[in-house]
């Protein structure tokens, strides 16, 4: 199964389940506290059930649509309310990529074995003189990221990570995936460095930085696959707010308007090469 997009009209989404399938191309859909998710059943599809995608925004409300439901004798939306829910590990495998389950393992082995007393921290850290880094230890421009100073910040991290990395690794790509965390984590953690100093870790830079990516790009190209819904965005960016406020308390507040402003310009930059 392939997640196409997301909707929060049940009836709308279950008119271009049925209007795709008059084309052939068999779907089904699912209800979430995010909305109404149309998968694709076939894979080989992929490339045309995009464009239709693609046309169905341009014209939700076209007659088609509806006329398709009529034709299949459906009048209410037909949503399969069980699937995820029998097997939550398949499931969880299913939204995740290897990249995705590669950085969700090491994150938490970092934490368990900071926990036991190992000195990871001092290791991986970003270093408190920037000149060190001539002697090679570029990975503390992007090694920061994988430290958790609770397991509240390692879960909520962690969480954001596997539902926005996966979505971008299965409908883009491994490789666009890896670039993204790449440069938001050293950008984002320079910038926190520069800030506050050494003593900071954690993904949520890069978790602003998929959430920009992923939200510019769904609009800028809806036929991507990748749906970010309003709402979503309009919370991380209150609690994108909240932290400069001071009220959330001593966190990442320049990692995560660098990781955000890395993500929106990587968006824009793929829709200019996607045009050209």
């Known amino acids: 199964m392939i997640q196409l997009l997301v909707l929060d009209n049940a009836r709308m989404a279950q008119a271009l389940v049925d209007y795709l399938g008059t084309l052939g191309i068999p779907c089904e859909l699912t209800q979430s ?4 998710t149309v998968w694709l059943a076939d894979e080989q599809r992929l490339a045309q059930a995009q464009q239709e995608v693609k046309r169905f925004l341009a014209e939700p409300t076209h007659p088609r649509y509806m006329e398709a439901s009529w034709q299949t004798g459906r009048a209410d939306a037909r949503i399969d309310y069980s699937r995820g829910m029998i097997d939550p590990l398949t499931d969880f495998l299913h939204h995740s990529g290897p990249l995705t389950l590669l950085m969700l393992i090491a994150c938490v082995a970092i934490y368990a074995l900071d926990a036991i007393g190992l000195p990871l921290f001092e290791a991986l850290a970003f270093h408190p003189d920037l000149t060190h ?3 090679w230890q570029v990975w503390r421009f992007f090694t920061p990221s994988l430290i958790h100073l609770s397991l509240l910040h390692l879960v909520f991290n962690l969480l954001w990570w596997w539902f926005l990395g996966g979505q971008i690794e299965q409908r883009i790509g491994s490789g666009k995936l890896l670039t993204l ?3 938001s984590a050293a950008f984002s953690n320079t910038a926190e460095f520069l800030a506050s100093g050494p003593y900071f870790g954690g993904l949520s ?5 998929l959430l920009g990516y992923g939200w510019l790009r769904g609009r800028l190209q809806p036929d991507c696959g990748i749906q970010m819904p309003p709402a979503l965005m309009g919370f ?3 609690w994108l707010a909240l932290g400069f406020t001071g009220l959330l308390g001593p966190i990442g507040n320049l ?5 955000l402003l890395v993500g929106l310009a990587q968006a824009w930059l793929d829709r200019r090469g996607h045009h050209a």
């Not at 506290?33 to 109404?36: D, I, K, T």
């Not at 830079?205 to 930085?209: C, H, K, L, S």
């Open 33 to 36: 506290e995010l909305g109404v």
């Open 133 to 135: 880094f001539v002697d």
């Open 181 to 183: 965390t790449l440069v």
């Open 205 to 209: 830079g890069v978790v602003y930085a």
């Open 236 to 238: 991380m960016l209150l």
């Open 255 to 259: 990692a995560h308007l660098g990781g």
